[in-house]
């Protein structure tokens, strides 16, 4: 029985003009979306390569200098794009794609797309992500709100339950009805979408993406569940089919349009972070006075000089068997770290808190859920760019130190008229990222799944819930 009315269903909807028109649109703008995120990803991957290369090689080329000079020359980091990117670019476009490695600074990120686009293009990004957490379910929704409630308002639903046919059946057969249909529209867009990812990829899909784009599907396919389950409930509880439309259509705006803007605004108030500039004047205020003002940079200096004299056993800087001016250096750099650490890490704890915030909103608005699994396993959520940004900054530390390092050993009553040889740039080792693997990523996102989890089975318990109540008149 439940086959026949899945067949049944499939068959009404093929045969509706207006889901073969919405169905078209929405299927043009997702291939387009994937094919655009194909070439973006590959354009994007080819420019960081080059330039990564490009940033080596000046290192490299670097003529004998004063190590504490080749710090400051410094390199750039650039962050690598992982595949399923492609479908979605998460936040990538507003936390920028490289950073500038030098002596005394962690500097902030370079080139963020998001600062050169006007609202309405930020707003208007195409991506696969955005018809699928969007476009998808409004396409669910007017394929199945009228569902029983149209039949009601037939008359054919009496009919059905006069013959025997269980509420039961009756769900489960819409919902593979409705979810037919939408395999016709998906299958198409999977297929194009595959070749794209092969496109990009050169031909063969690395394991941890295809993991990655595994869970992914899965993740989706909760979400387009969960509408399906929603959209039947609403349809059997509402008196009629055009309530339940307005009732589903609510629904949509909230869960897509309003949420995501409404929990953004709550995040900053309950959990602030301060503006770019007034960070950076407070670590520069902090590196020259200390956390409490009365810690200069004179002050720092005299103590370690004081220090190092007794521990060398000598009464002035020129007889010491090193060079004061690197380890001065190097003492001014750890001082910074600290301070960096400090600063850094109370920022990220605040993006911590206003993710967890979006996650737990996931169980009123899923779409807040989907979001964040979806960015996760994409490797474009706030977690990767922390993940990057923190391996980006223990290569600086250990470039700096090794600079220092080489001055303090070898400058030995030089101070900075000594010049270290080429082979010095050798002897740091190419930046390479690792990004966390598909089984972290997904550690991280566990709570965004379990809520996708439970709303898709919620929604389809209550659906066969109502159509056991509803009435059939």
Known sequence: MIKLIARKEFTEMLRDGRFRLA??????????????????????KRQHELAQAETREQWLRQPAKNPHSAAHYGVYAFKPRMLPSMLDRGIDSFVGQSVWLEAHKQNEFKYRPAQDSTAVQRFGELTASTVLQLLIPLLIILLSFSTFAGEREQGTLRQLISVGVRQSDLVWGKALGVSGALGLLLL?????????????????????????????SIGYLLYFGLFIGLSLTVSARASSAQMALVLLLGFWVINGVIAPRAVADIGRRLYPTPSAFSFQQTIDREMQSGPDGHDSADKRTTALRERVLKQYGVDRVEALPINFAGLSLQESEEHGNLIFDRHYGDLWSRFEQQNRLKWWTGLLAPMMAMQSFSMGLAGTDMFHHQDFAAAAESYRRMLIRKMNDDLTYNAVQK????????????????FRY??????????RQRTSLAILATWCLTSLGVAILFARRMKVD
Do not use: C, K, N
């Open 23 to 44: 169905a078209a649109i929405v299927l043009v703008l997702l291939l387009a979306s994937l094919l655009m995120g194909g070439q973006h990803y590959r354009e994007l």
């Open 188 to 216: 198409p867009a999977t297929i194009i979408g595959v070749s794209a990812l092969l496109l990009a990829s050169g031909g063969a899909l690395p394991g941890a993406s295809l993991s990655r784009l595994a869970w992914m």
């Open 415 to 430: 101070d900075f008229s000594y010049q270290a040889q080429p082979d010095l740039w050798q002897t740091v080792d190419e």
């Open 434 to 443: 690792q990004a966390p693997s598909t089984r972290i990523a997904l550690i």
